[in-house]
């Protein structure tokens, strides 16, 4: 059984077809899901998935849209997650370097939800573009006691290692699996086992082969297989050791999906 760690199903993109992907999920093996928030009037939508024994929910502030979030949102964060003991994380948060002119409202709101996850003893869900150094080094000074994942990671060994070394997991996702993408490739090859989740991001960066189409975490099996493959792993030990290491950052609960029992050794 293969879980999703980071898929946004929360979105409008699934609203005609949902129970289809996830459907088209199990289907292809894919029985637990992680879908992260990513601003305040979406927690909602966020929240009622997560009602699904197969759905887990972080809800946070995302940095790509800071258009959107406004004052007392972190607030409103602190009061959800109150509210909200089945949340597994917070996030996603994080900091794009695509967006310099944002750049310093999106420093103020991951600072306010790293002190946040710190708080609660929860892991922080990290969206790191371009910005993977000065987010490891803020995480060195925040010190998370939960760990963190920093999702969709694409960055080089050595910045993996820093990571890891902070407690944190990578989250691999479709963006291995182009050709172009040698260093990442090097990365995963390089990663212990218990350092990484598979992930979509869906409805976002489909793998290699489904160029601008809709994602969905499906395909979170061929990322799986072209994870072994760089591993010179089974697909099987790849799943097992991925999903044990998003039950853990994660503390996912038994659910109906088997999640606790073993199928691959
Ligand atoms: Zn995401």
Known sequence: MLIDAHC????????????????????AGVGRFVVPGTVR??????LALGERAEVDVCLGLHPCFMTEHG???????????TAHPEVVAVGE?????RF????????MLFDAQLRLARERRLPPVIHCV?????????????APPAG?????????????????????LVGLGGALTHDRAQRLQRTVAALPDDGYVLETDSPDMPPAGHRGERNEPARVAEVCRRVAELRGQSAERVAADSRANAARLFGLAPGGDGISGSTAG
């Open 8 to 27: 946004h199903l929360d979105f409008p993109a699934f609203d005609a077809d949902r129970e289809a992907v996830f459907a088209r999920a199990r289907a």
């Open 130 to 142: 371009r910005a993977n150094d000065r987010v490891a080094k803020r995480l060195r000074q925040l």
């Open 41 to 46: 009037r979406h927690w909602e939508r966020v």
């Open 93 to 97: 948060c994080g900091i794009d370097a």
């Open 148 to 168: 963190g994942l920093i999702h969709a990671f694409a960055g080089s060994p050595e910045q993996a290692k820093a990571f890891l070394d902070l407690g944190c």
């Open 71 to 81: 004052e007392g949102d972190v607030e409103a964060l602190a009061r959800a997650l």
């Open 100 to 107: 310099p002119e944002t750049l310093d409202a999106q420093w």
